[in-house]
Antibody, heavy 119, light 110 residues
């Protein structure tokens, strides 16, 4: 079955960097666009970034633009989120999600990895 | 990009119907038929309930239905059941090639 497993979260000081990974199985990764979505503790969902199936097209939310970079390695079935210049407001559970082709939404999600930005 | 507007909470008794609204702008909800609804139980990942305004993913009960009028989309749950108690989020694709969520609605089944 479709599985998405995030990793790489942890506690990091403001201004530092962290890289999240999302390893997938159960579907043809290279055929699907992918996203990162986050949820601050006790808060709502926030879309973070999109990458096309081949990595040629990327979009990101204004709140992370210039600081976060989405990428993928189709040979490793892995999605990444490089997060630089982290701020307290980036503290959240980060989900990777599979794009539901042509439907502009997400049909499979991981369980998330928690990032805490604190000194 | 401002978040879509949802009521903070709604409630209903078992067997009743409730509707959750999601108001955006012409740049998102009103501009595309790419509104989706997610259900999220505590500690769990979101689950897709409706996509493309009115469509059900495989396995989702037809007690859940979606609609849209202008800049406002709606999710209706009929025949409320205890397991429907959860947070519900709407989301839409936008003219900026981004996605925006609503703030979420907590559904309480009385």
């Amino acid at each position: 079955q479709v599985q998405l497993v995030e990793s790489g979260g942890g506690v990091v000081q403001p201004g530092r960097s962290l890289r999240l990974s999302c390893t997938v199985s159960g579907f043809t990764f290279r055929s699907h666009a992918m996203h990162w979505v986050r949820q601050a503790p006790g808060k709502g969902l926030e879309w973070v970034a999109f990458i096309s199936y081949d990595g040629s097209t990327k979009y990101s939310a204004d709140s992370v633009k210039g600081r976060f970079t989405i990428s993928r390695d189709n040979s490793k079935n892995t999605l990444y989120l490089q997060m630089n210049s982290l701020r307290a407001e980036d503290t959240a559970l980060y989900y990777c999600a599979r794009d539901m082709s042509t439907k502009y939404t997400w049909d499979s999600w991981g369980q998330g990895t928690l990032v805490t930005v604190s000194s | 990009q401002s978040a879509l507007t949802q009521p903070a909470s709604v409630s209903g008794s078992p067997g009743q119907s409730i509707t959750i609204t999601c108001t955006g702008t012409r740049s998102d909800v009103g501009g595309y038929n790419f509104v989706s609804w997610y259900q999220q139980h505590p500690g769990k990942a979101p689950k897709l309930m409706i996509y493309g305004v009115t469509n059900w993913p495989s396995g989702v009960s037809n007690r859940f239905s979606g609609s849209k009028s202008g800049n406002t989309a709606s999710l209706t749950i009929s025949g409320l059941q205890a397991e429907d108690e959860a947070d519900y989020y709407c989301t839409s694709y936008t003219t900026s090639s981004t996605w925006v969520f609503g703030g979420g609605t907590k559904l309480t089944v009385l």
